[in-house]
């Protein structure tokens, strides 16, 4: 399972990009969807960190504010599980990944294209691969 990990400032790219993981066929577990009034958000993402195998963080200009994001990359690091399978992705021109995540490749662009991209990642065959192919005969 995919950890989208993002500040709010973020939100509406994480939304679109959650759909398209979705519709490549990957299980995404995102906070606006998973989490409601009420809910204990710190055991919900917690339990949501303990299933996952991949982690993508959108960096955006609030990241930096955000203790939680700070935690949940801390967490991913950690664990040998995630291995290969952290995805900082990139929202808009904005130039602050922390430095911890310089070491992996980063993503940009719009978000079917980054899905896709972290799919191939991933290894994941999707529909967007066949799309592709179709489109290129």
Excluded at 72 to 89: H, M, N
Excluded at 102 to 127: C, D, K, N
Excluded at 128 to 134: C, F, G, M, S, Y
Aim: proline share 5%; with cysteine.
């Amino acid at each position: 399972m995919i950890y989208l990990s993002y500040a709010l400032d973020g939100a509406s790219y994480v939304e679109q990009l959650d759909r398209e993981l979705r519709e490549a066929g990957l299980e995404v577990w995102s906070a606006s969807r998973e989490i409601f009034p009420g809910d204990n958000w710190a055991q919900a993402t917690g339990e949501a960190l303990e299933t996952a195998d991949a982690l993508v963080v959108i960096l955006s200009p609030a990241l930096g504010t955000s203790p939680w994001v700070e935690s949940e990359i801390s967490y991913a690091l950690g664990q040998q599980r995630f291995k290969d399978r952290v995805f900082p992705v990139k929202l808009g021109e904005w130039s602050g990944m922390p430095w911890i995540l310089r070491r992996f490749p980063s993503y940009a662009g719009a978000p079917a294209e980054v899905a896709r991209q972290i799919a191939m990642a991933l290894g994941a065959f999707t529909h967007l691969d066949a799309v592709a192919r179709a489109g290129a005969c």
